[in-house]
């Protein structure tokens, strides 16, 4: 019981340093609205401004899907080899 007061009272120290160290550091909330401070002068408009883009319509095209390749069926016939004929010679070593 006596580590769960103490990690809850080191929890409590952490968590003040860091509310601490952002207040230095300037990540505080801030009293005033921030648009209340101007950050810069506002920029004043001139004739060279560029004009808008124009609008884009944007077409929808369709477009027929290719038709699917037809199966093609290729029936090979082998002959049968001949017995014994013509290989008398092989292996003979003589």
Do not use: K
Request: proline share 10%.
């Amino acid at each position: 019981m006596i580590q769960r007061v103490a990690i809850f009272a080191a929890s409590l120290v952490a968590a003040a340093a860091l509310a601490v160290g952002f207040a230095i550091a300037g990540l505080a909330p801030a009293a005033t609205p921030v648009a209340a401070e101007p950050v810069s002068a506002p920029v004043a408009a001139t004739a060279d401004a560029p004009t808008p883009a124009p609008v884009v319509q944007v077409d929808t095209v369709y477009v027929t899907p290719q038709a699917t390749p037809q199966d093609v069926v290729v029936t090979t016939v082998v002959t049968a080899a001949r017995g014994g004929e013509g290989n008398e010679n092989e292996g003979s070593g003589d």
